[in-house]
């Protein structure tokens, strides 16, 4: 199946008791995500709140996701398994070998894998740039 693992250089976890006990502050974080017949999914962040009953991830401040040859970077993304979605926001660029593109955020359906690009002011657009070759 999938499986979902975290590491961190430090994590603080709240005592038992306090509103936020079952919630753990990562700092340096990685986390490798293995997706069956699909691949894996590398995430780099400075920081991660992760909470131990749901599984949810906040990762935030420079966030670096890695999937086959396509890169995001972003300041936030949310994995929020309790819900099977996904949120990347804040300053998100996409990157692979034949496609660029800048938007506010990006949406995944974890059960589907539908995506979806939207921007916070409706005015505005997805910034695409692609870069065919062709070939006679």
């Given at each position: 199946g999938n499986t979902f693992y975290l590491n961190a250089e430090k994590a603080v976890v709240e005592l038992e008791g306090s509103k936020n006990s079952n919630k753990v502050q990562l700092d340096e974080v990685v986390s490798v995500i293995t997706i069956?017949?699909?691949?894996?999914?590398?995430?780099?962040?400075?920081?991660?709140?992760?909470?131990?009953?749901?599984?949810?991830t906040f990762f935030?401040?420079?966030?670096?996701?890695?999937?086959?040859?396509?890169?995001?970077?972003?300041?936030?993304?949310?994995?929020?398994f309790s819900e099977k979605i996904c949120e990347i926001y804040n300053n998100v660029s996409y990157k692979s070998e034949k496609l660029s593109l800048n938007s506010d955020k990006i949406l995944i359906d974890m059960l589907t894998g539908?995506?979806?690009?939207?921007?916070?002011n409706k005015n505005e657009k997805v910034n695409l740039t692609a870069k065919y070759e062709y070939i006679n």
């Open positions: 069956k017949n699909k691949g894996i999914i590398y995430i780099y962040s400075t920081n991660a709140i992760y909470n131990k009953l749901n599984h949810d935030f401040n420079n966030v670096n996701i890695n999937y086959l040859n396509n890169t995001i970077f972003s300041e936030n993304l949310d994995l929020i539908d995506i979806r690009l939207e921007m916070k």
